[in-house]
């Protein structure tokens, strides 16, 4: 789970989630009010996910449709929707993108 880098509190599970899905760069501590950025780290590390929902469609175009594909797409969505605060790092200081 992330610890803000100001006032050093753990966020819970519920907090990273919900934080994560802001719109603005930034996410603001629930304890202390400072914003705080995700890491570049973090944000590769995210992106990873990115890709592999195109790939497994495409996977589903080619192949034919198959409901194992969508099944394995369905779950991995899944699966790293729940463990994503788990990997989330943050800092005072917006990074560069990449």
Do not use: H
Not at 16 to 43: A, D, E, H, N
Not at 75 to 92: A, D, Q, R, T, V
Request: with cysteine.
């Amino acid at each position: 789970m992330p610890t803000c880098q100001n006032c050093d509190n753990k966020w819970s599970w519920k907090q990273t989630f919900k934080k994560s899905f802001t719109l603005g760069t930034g996410m603001t501590c629930p304890f202390c009010g400072v914003k705080q950025y995700i890491t570049p780290r973090s944000r590769k590390k995210s992106s990873l996910v990115a890709f592999l929902a195109p790939t497994l469609l495409l996977l589903n175009l080619f192949f034919g449709p198959s409901l194992l594909i969508l099944f394995i797409l369905i779950g991995s969505i899944s699966l790293f929707l729940g463990l994503y605060p788990f990997y989330i790092e943050i800092s005072n200081k917006e990074g560069p993108f990449w």
